[in-house]
């Protein structure tokens, strides 16, 4: 079977036993199913891990909007991991489906801590200054209340809205909504996303 770049992302909800199950299940699979059918291109298995294969150029992006959908839906973070590489083996079955960006999604799970991004192309060139920013990002992240989270989760899923639109939508005040943009470090995470997606066309080139 002739090769292809996906990206799989791999991830948990963190403390998801202090929670009814409902509470964070609903959330997780309302985004998921965003990006295709549960089983063929998503699952969640083991209680509260999941799996979800996408395209490499969006998968930062998604990690980024997944967590402040999480946030955003009760406070429930995420770990996430993202293998890049090949998939050699495509199956109707996201699970059963094989290549080099299943088996590093795999080992960057088990290296990631509580509520951290963490990404493997399986080139150090391009990981340690990108996980570096990953890492960097979180003195914000982990702050974001469910409030920010979700005025978050709105810019990243429409870059190109205003704050004037972006109020509206949210029924918030212009003034409202700038102060908890700036307070959520938005504006570097687009900063890291276009470093990652700009370096991520030279790994593939």
Known sequence: MEKRWVAVLVGDVVAS???????????????????????????????DSFQLRTDAENALNVAFRLRAHMLAAGKFDVRIAIGLGEETYHSDRVAESNGSAYVRSGSAFEALKKGAVQVDSGRSAFDEPINLMLKLSERVTRKWSPVVAETVTHKLEHP???????????????????????????????????????HLNMLYA
């Open 17 to 47: 036993r202090k929670a009814e199950v409902e509470e964070w299940l609903v959330p997780l699979k309302s985004f998921l199913s965003r990006f295709g059918q549960e089983g063929m291109d998503w699952n969640v298995y083991r209680g």
């Open 160 to 198: 190109e809205i205003n704050q004037s639109d972006l109020a509206e939508a949210l029924g918030k005040s212009q003034s409202t909504v700038s102060d908890t943009l700036k307070r959520s470090g938005v504006d570097d995470i687009y900063r890291i996303l276009k470093y990652y997606n700009t």
